[in-house]
């Protein structure tokens, strides 16, 4: 009896280990297929979530981004770090193009080391880059806007803020539509707009000054001839009046405006009735009468013989007078001039 008891007992412990071997066994092997399995993301996780740079390393990247970060955001990883400068980057725009590029790249890498060098020197040379871009661009929009400036002033346009923030094709059409733009700069700007944008760009540089230049010298031999016809006219004016002086005339403003051939005539119509010729200057002929004397013997005392007028004996000639007179009575003598 006690046998079979010890049997038993010792059946009952063989049993048992039998199946906590089982058991075990089949735990452990259950248990290291998982773990083969999940040990590539645990790496990666792992990495992901390394720390290899100080706080003041952080906080000096950070400022590249004008960002201030809070005890909480310097606690995280690299990899998280670098997308919250990604995320300030981003919010910068053109500003930090290249800040947000060189961040894309850093978190593409798996590699911790591409994380610690864009937090430590990479986000500092990213920054660099466009802060040369930005002063470049703002030296292009200085040099664009006293060049925009120059053409406005050339052309006699007065300047404003807005003209000077148009684009190059805008503004080369808002010189072109001014009332102050001359024939030849809405010609050269017409010609520039049918062009590309080195077209607008050398308009507003240069072509605009020269084609005004060339308006001011159109404008200045109109102004030439304009006196020139005028000295003319007054020429004219002059020698007219003084044509119309010698007949004693005074031209009306209708009478000095005719042509030549009508001058002359209008003007000896009007001097014919009231003036003689010009070169008439001797004084006409005075005929002088000699007084009536008595018929018949003449009693004055003889004298000496007087030169007798052409006129009085060419009175004579002409009219011959005979008188009957009684027997004895001598004839007349010739009038004599007195």
Not at 30 to 54: D, L
Not at 220 to 236: D, F, P, V, Y
Not at 300 to 327: F, I
Request: glycine residues 6%; charged residues 30%.
């Amino acid at each position: 009896m006690n046998n079979s008891h010890t049997t038993s007992a010792r059946v009952r412990k063989i049993v048992t280990r039998g199946i906590v071997a089982t058991t075990a066994l089949a735990a452990v092997t259950g248990a290291v297929a998982p773990a083969t399995a999940a040990e590539q993301p645990a790496k990666a996780s792992a990495q992901a979530g390394a720390v290899g740079t100080t706080a003041e390393q952080r906080i000096e990247a950070a400022s590249k981004v004008d960002f201030d970060p809070p005890s909480e955001v310097l606690l995280l990883s690299d990899y998280d770090f670098i997308h919250v400068l990604w995320q300030k980057a981003r919010d910068g725009g053109d500003r930090m193009a290249t800040v947000r590029t060189a961040a894309e790249e850093a978190m593409f890498s798996s590699k911790p080391e591409d994380h610690v060098r864009f937090i430590t020197t990479g986000i500092g040379e990213a920054r660099k880059i466009d802060q040369k871009r930005e002063r470049d661009k703002a030296e292009a929009d200085r040099a664009a806007r006293l060049a925009k400036s120059q053409a406005l002033l050339a052309v006699g346009i007065p300047s404003s803020p807005e003209l000077l923030e148009l684009s190059d094709d805008n503004f080369v059409r808002a010189i072109v539509r001014h009332p102050a733009s001359g024939p030849e700069v809405r010609s050269a700007g017409a010609r520039a707009l049918a062009g590309d944008a080195a077209a607008w760009h050398e308009f507003i540089v240069n072509g605009a000054r020269e084609a005004h230049k060339r308006d001011v010298d159109n404008e200045l031999k109109e102004i030439e001839e304009r006196n020139r016809q005028e000295a003319e006219r007054k020429r004219q004016l002059a020698a007219r009046k003084n044509v119309a002086a010698l007949f004693r005339v005074t031209p009306t403003e209708a009478m000095l405006g005719l042509s030549d051939d009508n001058f002359i005539r209008e003007l000896l119509r009007t001097a014919r009735p009231t003036s003689r010729a010009p070169n008439s200057s001797r004084p006409p002929r005075r005929r002088c009468s000699a007084p009536t004397r008595p018929r018949g013997r003449s009693t004055s005392t003889p004298g000496p013989t007087r030169r007798t007028s052409v006129t009085t004996r060419t009175a004579a000639r002409r009219s011959p007078r005979r008188t009957v007179s009684s027997p004895g009575a001598s004839r007349p003598r010739p009038r004599t001039a007195v």
